[in-house]
């Protein structure tokens, strides 16, 4: 399994994480709704952007992102937060590379990545 590349650097800034644990609710005649989880395990989301220094690592980046099909394959990533490398997907439907101090060639990208937590 690939690994997330050490050059890429997911930003805290913006960082964000989704819990779904996929609610199923029924109507009742009369009084609340009852609720059950639809999954005893969540679905994690990660969003936040990625930062790449240099326009050679961007385009690795890029090189990286075709050899787990385009960023549709699973892929190892050790998570800063819990300190636990977990395995991830992109969820992103396509890519954005923004291009923050030009005189360094510093890049960002948006992106969104789910893992089951286990």
Known sequence: MEKFPSYAKFLREGYAEELDYNIQQSDMDSGLKKQR??????????KGS????????KQLF???LKSI?????????????????KTCRFINPKWEFSL???????????????????
Do not use: A
């Open 50 to 57: 990625i930062l790449l220094k240099g326009l050679k690592n």
């Open 69 to 85: 099909g385009n960023g549709t394959q699973y892929f190892s990533y050790h998570d800063p937060m819990s300190l636990v490398t």
């Open 62 to 64: 890029e090189q990286w």
């Open 100 to 118: 923050k101090l030009r005189e360094k060639q510093i890049w960002e990208v948006s992106c969104e990545m789910e893992t089951i937590d286990v």
């Open 37 to 46: 989880p639809g999954r005893s395990v969540p679905l994690k989301t990660y």
